[in-house]
């Protein structure tokens, strides 16, 4: 069965600063990897994604992401962080099961505090 | 842009009672999703349907139901709520096909059973 770990149950993080995220995985195949971010009282919104080629992908505000295949982690990470990303983050892995649909298996959460 | 709606952002049960969670989408899309996500467990997949009147039990199904009978529309159905139902319930859709695209995720909806 497919598993999700995030480390990091909170995190603290000066504005300004550099972020990282950490998700390791367990899949017994290639995985397909999707960083997701709530804020409070909101649904899920897609930060990012990984199917297959570039390891290290691009999304949206500024993060990015690596796939490290020897390693079975996916780490978040952004240059200089904003007040605004204070929010909750879950790494979550999806296995292709031939065109139907395919649940998510989460990680339990990092939530990300931003000091002044 | 891909629209989820979840019919109450809140909402009060007693226990026992039947509730009826509703989330519809507006992409068209084949699967769509019903997870309960909890402080310190992160989102749980409850079931999942890839067509109309096609269901799979997904990680927590025990004591939930669910129903499709049109593509837009995927209900969750707690037959008797009790009290530890209490939760957030998400609801997700994403297509379907050869490779896997991400879902998109409901506003969810805060339910309290009393």
């Known amino acids: 069965a497919q598993s999700v770990t995030q480390p990091d149950i909170h995190i603290t993080v000066s504005e300004g600063a550099s972020l990282e995220l950490r998700c390791n995985y367990s899949?017994?195949?290639?995985?397909?990897l999707f960083w997701y971010v709530q804020s409070p009282g909101q649904g899920l919104q897609l930060l990012l994604k990984?199917?297959?080629?570039?390891?290290l992908v691009q999304g949206i505000k500024g993060f990015e992401a690596e796939f490290k295949r020897s390693q079975s982690s996916f780490n978040l990470r952004k240059p200089s962080v904003h007040w605004s990303d204070a929010a909750e983050y879950f790494c979550?892995?999806?296995?292709?099961?031939?065109?139907?649909?395919?649940?998510?298996?989460f990680g339990k959460g990092t939530h990300l505090i931003i000091q002044p | 842009d891909v629209k989820v709606t979840q019919s109450s952002r809140y909402l009060v049960k007693r226990t026992g009672e039947k509730v009826f969670l509703e989330c519809v989408q507006d992409?068209?899309?084949?699967?769509m999703f019903w997870y309960r996500q909890d402080p310190g467990l992160g989102l749980r997949l409850i079931y999942f349907?890839?067509?109309?009147?096609?269901?799979e039990k997904g990680d927590i199904p025990e004591g939930y139901s669910v129903s499709r009978e049109k593509k837009e529309r995927f209900s969750l159905i707690l037959e008797s709520a009790s009290t530890n139902q209490t939760s957030m319930y998400l609801c997700?859709?994403?297509?379907?096909?050869?490779?896997?695209?991400?879902?998109?995720f409901g506003p969810g909806t805060r339910l309290t059973v009393t």
């Open positions: 997700a859709s994403s297509f379907q096909g050869r490779g896997i695209y991400e879902q998109y």
């Open positions: 899949y017994g195949a290639t995985p397909y």
């Open positions: 990984y199917f297959s080629g570039d390891t």
């Open positions: 979550a892995v999806s296995g292709y099961s031939g065109g139907g649909a395919d649940g998510l298996t």
């Open positions: 992409m068209d899309h084949e699967n």
């Open positions: 349907s890839y067509d109309v009147k096609m269901k």
